[in-house]
């Protein structure tokens, strides 16, 4: 049982690994990037990013840092454009997993039906602190997990 959302900031604080810094370079990048040097993993995010866009965006560089570095499409030949497309996809999901877990929007879905509410990426987003398309990823998930009717 979850009891909370994965907290990024924490999950960075406890890294000896892992160097965050903010500089306005991070916006060429979507608003953040990420660079390994050896055995060090850096984070660059934008500093203008606020709130929910700014922990979105430290999941997504995080998980690459898990992943052992990520892909950039800056430069790739042709032929690896779809396996960089892919790996942000895949990154992508998993930001929306972490942030937005399935047995706590499970609760929240069962919940606002009680309630006689609908719930939708907005709602989510809300309930969350997560930008709408992390939201919108995570409702997605969830309703492709449900079993037909």
């Known amino acids: 049982m979850i009891d ?3 907290d990024p900031w924490r999950a960075v604080a406890e890294r000896d690994d892992l ?28 500093p203008e990013l606020q709130g929910e ?11 690459h840092h898990e992943r052992g570095g990520g892909v950039t499409s800056i ?3 042709r032929g690896l454009a779809s396996f960089v497309d892919g790996d942000e996809r895949s990154v992508d999901r998993e930001v929306a997993n972490r942030l937005v877990p399935t047995e706590l929007l499970e609760q929240f879905v069962r919940a606002s039906a009680r309630a006689g509410t609908s719930v939708g990426p907005a709602e989510v987003a809300d309930q969350f602190e997560v930008p709408v398309s992390v939201a919108a990823r995570a409702l997605d998930a969830f309703l492709d997990s449900l079993p037909p009717e």
């Open 4 to 6: 909370e959302p994965f």
């Open 19 to 46: 160097v965050l810094s903010f500089h306005p370079i991070a916006r060429l990048m979507g608003g953040g990037f990420y660079a390994r040097a050896g055995e060090l993993g850096v984070i660059v995010i934008d």
């Open 53 to 63: 866009d700014r922990r979105a965006v430290l999941t997504h560089e995080l998980i």
């Open 75 to 77: 430069g790739v030949f």
